[in-house]
């Protein structure tokens, strides 16, 4: 027996990615967003979560791809960090998968810079590759890319 | 346990702990007035039920503690002690202790080790005593009764001596000797209970976890709303239309309702304050009065808790540090006790704390000399500081102007955590002292989590919510006015307001929204102040006013200074809250505010020649150019030659109901004859300390930038010297020496003021 770990998984631009499913607070579908002017790009807007205000980055924009094409609306994964809950704009939703931490390895020099910084890890699964996405990174360096661009 | 058991420690848990805490307002209030019965008895039941209580649970240590405090409080309260300093003390520890047993209980329902046996030895003490000769003390039922006037002073104390051989209630002895009608004893009666009832009934005590929950159920219902109000847009059931209107007024109160639960007044932090200024004057035999102002101020919760531990550190302070020994303030003609004053209020979409001591204030000097020793700035910095940046040092780590470390003050914990936990929640904190006369210690919290009053603006579609605090006034032009009245001066636009200057902003270009399109029909001017100088914010629409609830933005947001935070509107939808001194900044606006206070200060207008600052350029004849400072402008006035008059030699106008005198700059008031076709006079009114001029000039240029450093000087009087500005050759007028000319006793004034 070797140890699993759960991962709430989504896809952005066709890579299946995933986050650790006890950081994941729920995945709800498109909600309607304020823009926030003078931020940076991969902060779509803000969504009101039950009374509570949550920032939406885009992944697609985080990851340094192309935006969604028009017409189709991308699900907020919602996750909590110290600062409070964060929500994930995804292309779409997968399932919530265990795997075995013996097929995890880091991911590799040759990927671009942009993904590699955000990817804590790897597994290799049957047919496809879950690449594990660290949050906190993904919220910290939105913030720090606002900062050099003002 | 079982769950039962379970819930009748925490009930007993909670009751008890709120009980604690008026407790020790209890004896401090006891203390200025030792005989307050209605006090005394309060105090009695609350250690009373709590003996009764653990008896009950078990709790065999808590039951024994209280029944010796118990038996010391029914003394005095029988008038048989009378309470002293020492007493309370006692008492107070005898709290202390009931506390600590409560802590342990509620983490494994244990008493916990420690030894309570001296906190019981000490109040047996004052049960050895001797019984006091019955104090003057009529119970608080004669006391009612004396104070209606139903009986005499005599009768009560006959009955009282009567009382000690009869067990009997002092109200039948009273009617027993006829002193009094059963009537009035009754009413009495009746009086004290209501007394009693009154406070407990208006609150009831709510979990605020049920709070929170309750928040967050009222923002699904917000949502649930306005779906079914899009339903019902969309249907023609007028039923249903109304029904829903309905829902939505309900929904909107409900919020607001749910939003008010979580706010809290500030004297609930302050509650326990009496207590430790009482410790800790007596600590250091201090004799300190502590007075509250705004006890009512509104805090959300989550800030409530974050400002206790740094108001507590600085009243700690200011009590030890402070305020000084008895004999040293009567040394200073000061009253041997001193004053420490808390004060909280609203203001500017703020939460201001004020904690103000009269003790012996912070020397600037010594504090560089310390701050030099422990090496936190370098001996030439500390001569260059300023005494205000100088008391900032206190918030420095590692700094404690403490001579010696106290078992109050100085423990390492210093101002600058105050300092990290009051930024933390966005505050600021401010210090202010005079050496001999006090230290005021401001914090100022942000709007951060208040409601406050706020307008809603829009632009490009989006609405914002501007604090109403900033708001100054609107203005809106429509048609043929809009296009004309916004006057550009070098690509800045300004509107003439009244005839001053208003700088405008757009706040679609500041915050990089596409333009509006389309030829401009209305043109709204939303005028703010930032810091003290007036702005202009161009909008889309104005909508409305509301009661908005400030939340904070998240960590990836904070570094946008044009926003303050967002809101939560009635429809779900979020709105940014624009910052007004940090859009200012963005716009440039506040960059001339500097030259504007340093040009109040009189001499310093002349002095800034380093940095850029704003030059009004007007013509004074047909090719003559002249330039003053814009931060000397005082307003732009067009006059009537007709309205021309003359006192004392001097030409004058009516203005604002008051003589306005002119001074000639271009030569042409002399010589000038009256006529109806005459293009008005232009007038550059500049004002100092209430008294203004007139400055007369042919025509107003332009607002330029200019660099001081490229000036040549002039011996010419009137002029200070000469400058190229936008391209020209323009002559920088005096304007102080060409008034003193005029009117040599202009300034004479200011400088008595």
């Known amino acids: 027996m070797t ?34 002017p003078l931020a940076s790009p991969v902060i779509r807007g803000l969504i009101n979560l039950r009374g509570q205000i949550v920032t939406a980055l885009d992944m697609r924009a985080r990851l340094g791809l192309a935006s969604l094409s028009a017409g189709r609306l991308p699900m907020n994964v919602v996750v909590r960090t110290d600062d409070g809950a964060v929500s994930l704009l995804v ?60 | 346990m079982s769950i039962g058991d379970e819930d009748i420690f925490r009930e007993f848990l909670i009751e008890s702990t709120e009980n604690l ?18 006090r005394l008895g309060g105090i009695f039941r609350t250690i009373h039920t709590i003996k009764g209580t653990s008896g009950f649970l078990g709790l065999s240590k808590l039951e024994a503690l209280t029944h010796s405090g118990e038996s010391v409080l029914s003394r005095l309260r029988d008038g048989e002690l009378v309470l002293t300093p020492e007493i309370t003390s006692v008492l107070l520890s005898m709290v202390d202790g009931v506390r600590r047993i409560l802590a342990c209980v509620a983490v494994d329902t244990t008493e916990g080790g420690e030894d309570f046996s001296s906190i019981v030895e000490a109040l047996d003490v004052f049960l050895k005593t001797p019984k006091a000769a019955a104090a003057q003390g009529a119970g608080s039922l004669g006391e009612i009764l004396l104070s209606q006037g139903a009986i005499t002073q005599e009768e009560v104390s006959a009955a009282l001596e009567q009382q000690k051989s009869d067990p009997r209630k002092i109200g039948t002895i009273l ?31 709510v979990d605020v976890g049920l709070l929170d929950k309750l928040m967050n159920l009222v923002g699904e219902l917000v949502l649930t709303r306005n779906q079914i109000l899009q339903v019902a847009a969309q249907g023609k059931d007028t039923s249903f239309v109304a029904t829903s209107q309905r829902l939505n007024l309900i929904t909107t109160e409900l919020q607001e309702g ?20 009482r410790d800790i004057a007596l600590a250091c035999k201090k004799q300190v009065k502590l007075d509250m102002v705004g006890e009512e101020t509104d805090l959300d919760r989550t800030i409530v808790e974050a400002i206790k531990d740094p108001l507590t550190h600085i009243v700690r302070n200011s009590v030890d540090h402070g305020i000084e020994l008895p004999e040293v303030r009567v040394a200073q003609g000061k009253p041997s006790t001193g004053r420490l004053l808390l004060r909280a209020f609203h203001e500017g979409g703020q939460v201001n704390i004020e904690i103000s001591d009269d003790g012996g204030g912070i020397d600037p000097e010594k504090i560089r000399q310390k701050a030099v020793s422990r090496g ?31 078992n109050v003050s100085g423990r390492g914990v210093g101002m600058d955590v105050v300092k990290t936990n009051v930024e933390k929640i966005g505050g600021t904190v401010d210090v202010q002292s005079k050496p001999g006369q006090g230290t005021t210690i401001k914090i100022k919290i942000p709007l951060t989590l208040a409601i406050i009053p706020a307008l809603i603006v829009c632009s490009n579609d989006e609405r914002f919510a501007i604090p109403q605090v900033s708001l100054l006034e609107l203005v809106r032009l429509e048609g043929e006015q809009a296009m004309k009245s916004i006057e550009s001066i070098h690509g800045a636009p300004v509107y003439r307001l009244r005839g001053n200057l208003l700088p405008l902003v757009h706040l679609n270009h500041t915050l990089g929204l596409p333009e509006r399109s389309g030829k401009l029909e209305v043109l709204n001017i939303v005028v703010l102040r930032a810091d003290d100088r007036q702005f202009g914010l161009v909008v889309d629409g104005v909508n409305d006013t509301e009661e908005i609830v400030v939340k904070p933005l998240g960590k990836e947001l904070k570094g946008l200074s044009a926003f303050a935070g967002a809101t939560i509107m009635g429809d779900g939808k979020v709105a940014l809250i624009l910052d007004v001194l940090g859009l200012a ?45 814009l931060s000397m402008v005082a307003r732009l006035e067009e006059f009537r030659r007709d309205g021309l008059e003359r006192s004392g030699g001097q030409h004058v106008v009516q203005y604002r109901g008051e003589i306005l005198p002119l001074i000639d700059l271009c030569g042409t008031l002399d010589s000038s004859d009256v006529a109806d076709g005459d293009p008005p006079l232009q007038v550059v009114v500049y004002s100092e300390h209430g008294k203004s001029v007139g400055l007369v000039v042919e025509r107003i240029l332009d607002v330029v ?14 002029i200070l010297g000469s400058a190229v500005l936008a391209g020209k050759v323009t002559d920088l007028l005096d304007v102080h020496g060409v008034i003193r000319a005029q009117n040599a006793h202009f300034f004479d004034g200011a400088s008595a003021a």
Not at chain 1, 3 to 31: N, P
Not at chain 2, 176 to 201: H, I, T, Y
Not at chain 2, 378 to 389: K, T
């Open chain 2, 21 to 38: 805490d008026q407790l020790d307002r209890d004896f401090v209030a006891l203390e200025s007035n030792p005989t307050a019965r209605e």
């Open chain 1, 3 to 36: 140890d699993t770990a759960q991962f709430c998984t989504f896809f952005v631009a066709d890579r299946f990615f995933g986050v650790d499913v006890t950081r994941v607070q729920e995945v709800i579908r498109y909600q309607e967003m304020t823009r926030v």
């Open chain 2, 585 to 629: 900044q963005r716009a440039n606006v506040i960059s001339e505010v500097r030259d504007r206070n340093l040009a109040g200060d009189g001499a310093g207008a002349e002095t800034n020649e380093e940095s850029k600052r704003a030059m009004l350029v007007f013509g004074v004849s047909r090719d003559g150019r002249m330039a003053m400072p």
């Open chain 2, 705 to 718: 930038e200019q660099t001081a450093s490229a000036m040549h000087r002039s011996s010419c009087p009137g």
């Open chain 2, 175 to 205: 009617i027993e000797r006829g002193a009094v009608k059963p009537d009035a004893v009754l009413d009495a009666l009746s009086m004290q209970n209501d007394a009693r009832a009154a406070v407990s009934d208006s609150s009831i005590r």
């Open chain 2, 258 to 277: 749910v939003m008010k639960t979580r706010m809290q007044p500030i004297g609930n932090v302050w509650s326990k304050f009496p207590r430790v200024v």
């Open chain 1, 91 to 150: 292309d779409e939703i997968g399932d919530v998968v265990e795997v075995a931490d013996d097929c995890r390895e880091d991911p590799p020099e040759t990927m671009s810079a942009e993904a590699r910084e955000l990817i804590s890890g790897i597994y290799k699964l049957k047919g496809q590759l879950l690449l594990v996405l660290d949050p906190e990174r993904a919220i910290a360096e939105a913030a720090v890319r606002r900062g050099t661009e003002n």
């Open chain 2, 376 to 406: 936190i700035i370098s001996p030439e910095r500390a001569q260059r500081m300023s005494d205000r940046e100088s008391l900032g040092l206190i918030f420095m780590p590692g700094f404690s102007t403490a001579e010696k470390v106290t």
